[in-house]
């Protein structure tokens, strides 16, 4: 954790061993404790290594020093962790409870989902613009990992209350592009759900 005060965020560094839904995981715990996600990059090396940067805040803009609030995300990714499957909805739907209250601001910004696979040679590139919202990073990653699709590398920002997230991905088993057509329209629907809040995943 290194708290940023003046520039209202604070950056949280993860690094452990790539496993069956991590970076869900991590982004649920951050979901719950409750903290916002400015922005996120996500390396995974050869070793299997994984290495995830959050810049964050909390619920009000400011650089995270409460310790309440480090201890309740510490705690519950470390529940997580120690489980195969750990369903985060009940956690999360306190935190949003929690927020309800608030005033919320309303974003005028357009959803815009594309899957690319001409952008580079390797991977295959999946944007997703949308408004962003409590647990909207979990729930896409959650997705794409019950899609069978691995991250390689991610940029993931917060603008104005919008989600700019940008993945390279590949096929799990495969290690290569998702190249199938119909594969590809239902990973599109699957997103659009999600973004739109149509559906709420049950499982981690």
């Known amino acids: 954790w290194q708290a940023f005060p003046a520039q209202g965020h604070s950056i949280v ?9 991590l970076l869900a995981k991590i982004a649920g715990a951050f979901a719950v404790a409750p903290l916002n996600i400015l922005s996120v990059d996500i390396f995974v090396r050869g070793d299997q290594t994984v290495l995830a940067i959050f810049r964050v805040c909390d619920t009000k803009g400011r650089a995270v ?7 309740v995300l510490e705690r519950t990714l470390r529940s997580a962790l120690e489980r195969e499957v750990f369903d985060f909805q009940p956690l999360l739907e306190k935190a949003r409870q929690s927020l309800s209250a608030r005033p919320q601001q309303e974003v005028d910004f357009p959803t815009h989902i594309a899957v690319d696979n001409k952008a580079h040679p390797v991977y295959t590139l999946l944007q997703i613009q949308t408004p962003d919202r409590l647990g909207l990073l979990y729930d ?4 794409l990992g019950r899609e069978g699709i691995s991250i390689a590398l ?5 603008q104005n209350g919008a989600a700019l997230d940008t993945f390279y ?5 495969t290690g290569g592009k998702i190249a199938d057509s119909n594969r590809i329209a239902t990973l ?3 997103l659009q759900s999600i973004v739109l809040n149509e559906n709420k995943p049950t499982d981690s």
Request: with cysteine; hydrophobic share 25%.
């Open 169 to 173: 991905v590949t096929d799990s088993a």
């Open 13 to 21: 560094s993860f690094a452990n061993w790539d496993r069956p839904h």
């Open 154 to 158: 991610s940029r993931i920002s917060t």
């Open 188 to 190: 599109h629907q699957r």
């Open 140 to 143: 896409l990653l959650s997705c």
């Open 65 to 71: 020093t409460d310790r309440k609030s480090m201890d």
